[in-house]
C-alpha cells in the first residue's frame, strides 16, 4: 500500500489533486487513482488488487483492504458506525456530499496510518504527513514536542505527528466530519477477558488453527514470502504456510558481519527442517550507511528503529524473487507475553509483595542508609533491584531510556526545551496504563506496547522497508481473531510466575523444532562499535550530527561528548543516541528544513511522475 488523501470542503482550493497525492508513490509501482465531487476529492495509491476507489451518486470512497463497494453499503445502512461491521486490515475515507458528511478510519491495529488537520471549514487527511502538507491549508511548522517525543520513544507516537496541527488516528478509531464539526470514536477497544481455560490441547490446536487462517489471509492471494526473525512467531509463520501449498514457501533472513548471537545459523536451520526455499545476506556498515539516507527519504515523520535496515535488505531479496508480500511475525511476542521485559517486570513486582511496614522500616533502611556505601556486588544488586521496584509502573519501564539517562537539560538547547513538556511522554504512557485498568499486570504492558512499539515504530518500519522494496507488509498476529484470542488468555497462560510466554510456545512445538520453538530476539546491529571501527559509517555519523547542530535542537557540547567519549565507554548504550540523532538529522536533510520553525518547502510535481494513472 501507498496510501490514500484528499479533502473534504466546500470551498476545496485549486490545488490539483495530484499534486497532493505525488508524495504517496514515489516508491514502488503504485497506480494513482482520482476522484472529485463538490465538496471534495480523493486519490488512492495502491498496487494491484489492494485498494479501490469508487464514485457515484455524489458517494466518494477510497478504501484499502476493504473494498470500497462495501464500506459505501455499509454507509447507508449504519451511517458513522459501519467501522463495527468491518474487519480486518484496512484503512479508507469516504466523502459524501449529499449528506455533508464526512468518515475516516484505520483497522482495529492500526497497520496502516491516516492522519487528518482541520482548517476552518475544511477537512484534509492523507496517509502521509508528507502528502497532507502539499495542500495550501495546511500547517507545515515542525512540532518541538513531536522531536522531543521522538527522541524518547524513537518514534513519534499518535495521536501526534511531527507537524503541528496534525492528528493520526489511533488503532481502531474513526473519524466522523459534518457541518464543520470533528467528532473522533473509538469503535473498538482490545478488552483482555483472560478467562480461557488453561491445559487444553484443543486450545493450542485452535491457535494453531487460527493463526493458519491469518497467514493465508495475509498474503491476500498473492505471492507471498516470510521474513524470519529470530523468533517463533515469525517461524509459525513460515511452518504453517509451508505445509498449505503445492510449492515451499519462501523464507528470508537478514543478519550483520561478526554475528555472534547466530540469528543466520538459526534461521538456516530452521529453513532446512522445514524445507522452505530459504535465502539470508549477511550485512555490514557499507551496506547501513548505503540505506540511511534512502529510509530517511522515505519515512515522512523520524523514526528510529534501526531493524529497519535489515528489514529493507530482507524485502529486497523477496521482491527479487518475485514475491508480493512479505509477512513477519510483529505483535506475536507481545500478544503472547513473549518480551523480556514482561518478565523482568513481574520480578520487580514481587518486591510489592512484602508488608510496606517491612519494606520502609526494615529493608530499605538497612540497604540505603545503614549499607549504604559498603558491600560487593550482591548488595549493589539488591540495592539496583529495589530502587527500580520502588518507582513503580508504567515510570520504572523507561529507566534505561537515554533522555533519562542523560537528563533533558543536558541534551537540548535551553530555548527548545522551553518550548516542550518533558513531562509529556511519562504522561502519555501513564494515561494508556490505566486506560487498561483492570486488568493483570501482563495485559496491561501488552496495551502499552501494541501502541508506542508496535503501532507507532515497528509496524511503520516493515510498511516502509516493504513499500521502499515494491512490497506489502503482511502481519498475520495483528489479524482480529489472533488478537481475539490471544485477548482470552489467562495472565498464566501469558507469564507463568518469571517464565514468558509458557502457552504460546507449548502450543508452537508442534510445528517447530526445539531450538525455534524459543524465544530469541532479532540481531542487534553493532552500531557503536562501527563508529569505532568502520571510518564510513563514522564519517556519516559525524557530518549528520556536525549539521544537526545548527537546528538549535541538541546543544552542541552534548554532541561534541557523546562522539568523543561517551561512545567509547559504551558502544551500545550511547551508540543508540548517536543512531536517534543521526537519522534525525537525515529525515530533515532530506527535506531541507532549517530550524525547526522554518515551514517545509516541497514541490511534488517531480514525485507526481512515478504515478502510473
Known amino acids: 500500500m501507498s496510501g490514500l488523501c484528499g479533502w473534504f470542503s466546500h470551498d476545496p482550493g485549486a490545488l490539483p489533486i495530484e499534486q497532493m497525492a505525488a508524495p504517496l508513490c514515489r516508491f514502488g509501482g503504485a497506480t494513482l487513482r482520482l476522484g472529485q465531487h463538490g465538496a471534495g476529492a480523493l486519490a488512492l495509491a495502491a498496487g494491484a488488487g489492494s485498494g479501490s476507489l469508487l464514485h457515484e451518486d455524489g458517494l466518494l470512497v477510497a478504501a484499502w483492504g476493504a473494498p470500497a463497494e462495501t464500506v459505501a453499503r455499509l454507509w447507508r445502512s449504519h451511517g458513522p458506525k459501519l467501522c463495527s461491521a468491518l474487519s480486518g486490515h484496512f484503512v479508507f475515507a469516504l466523502l459524501d456530499e449529499q449528506r455533508d458528511e464526512a468518515l475516516l478510519a484505520v483497522d482495529r491495529s492500526a497497520s496502516r496510518p491516516l492522519l487528518y488537520q482541520q482548517v476552518g471549514r475544511t477537512l484534509v487527511f492523507a496517509s502521509s504527513a508528507e502528502a497532507l502538507v502539499q495542500h495550501p491549508a495546511a500547517r507545515r511548522e515542525i512540532d518541538p514536542q513531536a522531536l522531543y517525543n521522538y527522541l524518547y520513544f524513537h518514534g513519534v507516537p499518535a495521536p501526534a505527528s511531527i507537524y503541528k496541527g496534525q492528528r493520526r488516528l489511533l488503532a481502531g478509531e474513526s473519524l466522523h466530519f459534518q457541518g464543520g464539526r470533528l467528532a473522533r470514536t473509538r469503535y473498538w477497544k482490545l478488552q483482555f477477558h483472560e478467562s480461557l481455560a488453561e491445559g487444553s490441547a484443543d486450545l493450542k490446536q485452535e491457535m494453531i488453527d487460527t493463526v493458519r487462517s491469518a497467514s493465508a489471509a495475509a498474503l491476500g ?64 556498515a557499507a551496506e547501513v550507511a548505503d540505506a540511511i539516507a534512502r529510509l530517511a527519504a522515505g519515512f515522512d515523520q523520524p523514526l528510529g528503529d534501526p531493524a529497519v535496515v535489515a528489514t529493507l535488505y530482507g524485502a529486497e531479496l523477496a521482491r527479487a524473487d518475485g514475491a508480493q508480500r512479505l ?118 504492558l501488552i496495551a502499552l506496547d501494541l501502541q508506542y512499539a508496535l503501532a507507532d515504530v515497528q509496524l511503520p518500519s516493515m510498511a516502509k522497508a516493504c513499500e521502499l522494496s515494491g512490497l506489502e507488509a503482511g502481519f498475520p498476529y495483528l489479524a482480529d481473531a489472533v488478537v481475539a484470542f490471544a485477548a482470552r488468555l489467562t495472565p498464566r497462560q501469558k507469564l507463568d510466575g518469571v517464565k514468558s510466554s509458557p502457552f504460546f510456545l507449548d502450543a508452537v512445538r508442534s510445528l517447530l523444532p526445539r531450538r525455534a520453538a524459543q524465544q530469541h530476539g532479532a540481531a542487534a546491529m553493532p552500531f557503536g562499535l562501527w563508529l569505532q571501527s568502520e571510518p564510513r559509517m563514522r564519517s556519516l555519523a559525524l557530518d549528520s550530527l556536525s549539521d544537526l547542530k545548527r537546528r538549535a535542537i541538541v546543544r552542541p557540547a552534548f554532541i561534541d561528548t557523546l562522539l568523543a567519549a561517551r561512545v567509547a565507554e559504551h558502544p551500545a548504550y550511547h551508540g543508540r ?15 531541507r528544513f532549517g530550524t525547526v520553525h522554518t515551514p517545509m518547502i516541497r514541490k511534488a510535481e517531480d514525485a507526481a511522475e512515478t504515478c502510473r494513472q
Open 221 to 284: 492471494g498473492q505471492s507471498g514470502a516470510v521474513l524470519l526473525s529470530g523468533g517463533p512467531g515469525s517461524a509459525a509463520v513460515a511452518a504453517l504456510l509451508n505445509g498449505s501449498g503445492a510449492e515451499a514457501v519462501r523464507t528470508y533472513s537478514v543478519g550483520y558481519h561478526g554475528d555472534d548471537d547466530g540469528t543466520l545459523e538459526r534461521a538456516r536451520s530452521l529453513a532446512r527442517l522445514l524445507g522452505t526455499a530459504h535465502k539470508e545476506r549477511a550485512i555490514g
Open 327 to 444: 509477512l513477519g511475525g510483529h505483535g506475536a511476542a507481545e500478544l503472547f507475553g513473549a518480551r523480556a521485559q514482561y518478565s523482568q517486570q513481574a520480578r520487580l513486582s514481587q518486591y510489592e509483595k512484602i508488608p510496606s511496614a517491612l519494606r520502609q522500616t526494615l529493608v530499605e533502611p538497612l540497604l540505603f542508609q545503614l549499607a549504604g556505601g559498603v558491600g560487593g556486588a550482591p548488595l549493589r544488586r539488591a540495592r539496583s533491584y529495589i530502587e527500580q521496584a520502588m518507582t513503580g509502573l508504567p515510570g520504572r519501564l523507561q529507566a534505561g531510556n537515554p533522555l533519562h539517562g542523560y537528563g533533558s537539560a543536558e541534551v537540548f538547547e535551553t530555548a527548545f526545551l522551553a518550548g516542550v513538556d518533558p513531562t509529556a511522554p511519562a504522561a502519555l504512557l501513564s494515561q494508556s496504563w490505566w486506560l487498561s485498568d483492570g486488568a493483570s499486570q501482563v495485559s496491561q
Open 577 to 591: 543516541m548517536v543512531w536517534l540523532l543521526m537519522m534525525l538529522e537525515q529525515w530533515f536533510s532530506q527535506r
